[in-house]
């Protein structure tokens, strides 16, 4: 039974990660942790596997139907993992409570935005051409370093900033954002497999159901409305809002035991 639920939730992250460009992980952390009584250092982990699974599974499609933009994401990345290094340096210097906290207030106030903001035409991949390059990279290289210290995937970050900041279309923003979180996933779950905390009894099943729902996802993207696809975004930012406050509020104000 519970093999079938970790098949379940891998799905449901799948199908997720790959409509919005977020990988699953935030749906699979919280879902490991809180669900299914796995401790966070196993579950951040498997669920860094499983956005590899899901940038592999997901990608291969959107490459087909030409809606990533692979000149765009491999620039974004070269400064998102270059913000990962320094993330990953400056770790001990910066109080990662104050980080949660400013991110989670930024979540939510992306999450209103586009909540809010009215409906606007579809755009079709020859219909843009993407501006502001100099935010871009210095939002790729925040998502970067956001990852290293709190432990995030950047498509909560990469996804708005490309389809706000930069002028491209939601819907190539996210299989963008897609293509290019499997490099960051990959670089950042080397590091725990050295310190053997990838659990491969627990990773096995969630990869099956991430590649399914993956597969599942990339297919009905293209069919669902782009409206439908932020509102469904700005939900995920809520979730990620919510658990960056939390994290946020335990490290500055410790409850009393």
């Not at 910066?94 to 106030?109: M, N």
């Amino acid at each position: 039974m519970t093999l079938l639920l970790l098949i379940a939730a891998g799905v449901l992250a799948g199908t997720m990660g790959a409509l919005l460009g977020v990988g699953g992980g935030v749906i699979l952390v919280p879902t490991l942790v809180l669900g299914f009584g796995v401790p966070l250092e196993d579950a951040v982990p498997a669920s860094l596997m499983c956005v590899v699974a899901s940038s592999c599974g997901a990608s291969a499609s959107y490459l087909e139907r030409r809606l990533s933009d692979v000149r765009l994401g491999l620039t974004l990345e070269l400064a998102t993992v270059t913000g990962a290094i320094v993330g990953g340096l400056v770790a001990t210097l910066v109080a990662p409570a104050w980080v949660a906290f400013v991110f989670g207030l930024f979540a939510l106030y992306v999450s209103a935005q586009m909540l809010l903001a009215r409906g606007t035409r579809e755009q079709r991949l020859e219909d843009y051409t993407p501006t502001n390059y100099p935010l871009g990279i210095s939002g790729s290289f925040v998502a970067g370093s956001l990852s290293a210290l709190l432990g995030v995937g950047g498509g909560p970050l990469k996804v708005p900033l490309m389809s706000y900041g930069m002028g491209v279309p939601f819907k190539v923003a996210s299989a963008t954002s897609n293509l290019m979180i499997g490099v960051t996933g990959a670089a950042s779950v080397a590091a725990y497999a050295w310190r053997g905390h990838v659990k491969l009894a627990l990773v096995a099943p969630l990869v099956v159901g991430v590649l399914a729902g993956a597969s599942v996802g990339s297919r009905l993207m293209p069919r669902i409305p782009t409206a439908v696809l932020r509102r469904l975004f700005a939900g995920v930012l809520l979730i990620v809002a919510a658990q960056m406050l939390w994290k946020g509020a335990e490290g500055l104000w410790p409850m009393s035991r």
